[in-house]
Each structure stands twice: as structure tokens, then as C-alpha cells.
């Protein structure tokens, strides 16, 4: 996989389905597949991966943690996996947000998509503002 730094910030919609339409500049990129995730407790967002920058993720953050000696390990490990989702953007390139956290997030109409090196984020934009 190419490298790729995602940035930028762009204003986007969610549609009544829970379709999101991924900044054009990186449809290419997300192609072939974007991996979802909602990390409890931190920023209130949707992180967007490329399933291989989600594999080196996993591999640096998640694979170290000791789930069967530490009980806050396998707890953290648990709620990640239960908040992931991988999904297959559409020819137009959006992507099915999960209705869990359309709820968890308050989204709906706009949204804002920001770019965060190796991932995309999906905000409420009063969130964000706040």
C-alpha cells in the first residue's frame, strides 16, 4: 500500500439511510474497503481506516496488550472490536455509517469529515465546534 497522509477538512451530509460520501480526493484510496471504528471514551467520532492502516494499528497499539493477564486490556481490547465495523463504499463512494453510532453521535445532515494522517474522522459538527 502507498503511503498516504490524509488531511484536510470538508462538510459533507449523512442521508436518511446513514450513507456518508467520502471526500473525493481519497475514493480512490478507500476503494477497495474502509474499516469503521468508535473509540469509547475518547474523542466522539467515527475513525475511517484503510484496512492496512488499520492492520499496522492493530499491530502497534492492539497486539501488544496483554487480554489474558490484564483485565483492562482485554476490557479495552473487547470494546474496540464490538465499536469496529468494516465496510464496502458504493460506486459513488459512501459508505454505511452504522445506526449504533449515527445515535451514539448525534448525526444527522451535516457532518464534518476531517483528515488526521492516517485515518478520516466523521464528526457532528457541533461536536467538533464544542
Same mark, same amino acid.
Given at each position: 500500500?502507498?503511503?498516504? #497522509?490524509?488531511? /484536510? ?8 439511510? !446513514?450513507?456518508?460520501? *467520502?471526500? =473525493? ?10 474499516? *469503521?471504528?468508535?473509540? @469509547? !471514551? ?22 501488544? *496488550?496483554?487480554?489474558?493477564?490484564? =483485565? ?7 470494546? +474496540?472490536?464490538?465499536? @469496529? ?7 459513488? !463512494?459512501?459508505?454505511? +455509517?452504522?445506526?449504533?453510532? +449515527?445515535?451514539?453521535? !448525534? ?6 469529515? #476531517? /483528515?488526521?494522517?492516517?485515518? *478520516?474522522? +466523521? ?5 467538533? =465546534? =464544542?
Amino acid at each position: 500500500m502507498q503511503r498516504v #497522509l490524509l488531511s /484536510g477538512e470538508f462538510d459533507h451530509t449523512i442521508d436518511p439511510k !446513514g450513507r456518508i460520501t *467520502l471526500p =473525493a480526493r481519497y475514493r480512490e484510496y478507500f476503494s477497495r474497503g474502509v474499516v *469503521l471504528v468508535r473509540f @469509547q !471514551g475518547d474523542e466522539p467520532c467515527v475513525r475511517v481506516y484503510h484496512p492496512d492502516a488499520w492492520r499496522e494499528f492493530d499491530e502497534k497499539y492492539l497486539e501488544p *496488550l496483554n487480554v489474558f493477564e490484564n =483485565a483492562a486490556d482485554s476490557w479495552r481490547m473487547r470494546e +474496540i472490536y464490538r465499536n @469496529q465495523d468494516e465496510v464496502e463504499p458504493d460506486k459513488q !463512494g459512501r459508505v454505511l +455509517i452504522p445506526s449504533q453510532r +449515527i445515535k451514539e453521535l !448525534g448525526l444527522a445532515g451535516k457532518v464534518k469529515i #476531517l /483528515g488526521n494522517r492516517t485515518h *478520516l474522522e +466523521i464528526w457532528n459538527p457541533s461536536t467538533l =465546534a =464544542a
